[in-house]
């Protein structure tokens, strides 16, 4: 083969990888971003329909914006981030879905973008308590075609698993906030082992007046980062 043929196809491949490729990841990516416009909307309305239906003053219930990527759901003692990652992922090639009918017919439906959801306690934002720890309770895996299926904790860990069959529509993402907020309230602040605060440095001793910089986390002291099964 000639050297200039052989430069030729070289450079028909990449175009072919530009084309297909990279021009797929862009449109995965602003599909995702019109997603998480819908969870957006959802939040909102969300927090408005609690709002009318609790009168006391003390239960958190507001939202922030923090950019494009990034929506905080104050719920009573809790905060959830809701964060767009703005690269898109392929599924490796051991996973089991790669078997099924939906992702053999065409492999580009295995590339996602990804919605994350954290939960934190409110107070370690509203008091800028930067040491505290938050906790992913759902991943949300969005492909070119709007199917969508979730990994996560309580009735988000397998409610949407089935890629095949589930779009995301704003009643679903409604449903998927819904649960965020339960779950969020359901998790409980537990005590952390004695042992765990049993020692306090002076440099702790002298901010605790100002605004207890203790490290706090939900399950603080116990492994609840080890429980997370991955799909990818």
Partial sequence: MAKKEKLD???QAILDLLV???ALKQDIAQDVKDVFGMFKRAIETELNALKEQITDERIRLFHKEIGD?????????????????NNVFRMPDDNPLWGTRYFSEDDSRGFFGVIYIYNFLAQSFLQNRSQDEGYLIARIFVNKEGHFMIE???QLGYLFRDVENMVLTEDAVKVIVQLAFVFAIEFDLLVPPYEFIATLTVAESQSISNNMQFQTGKRLGFKMKNDDSEIF
């Fill in 152 to 154: 996560g904790k309580g």
């Fill in 69 to 85: 990527f990034e929506q905080h759901a104050y719920v009573g003692s809790d905060v959830l981030i809701f964060h767009q990652h």
């Fill in 20 to 22: 297909n490729k990279a």
């Fill in 9 to 11: 196809q070289n450079r």
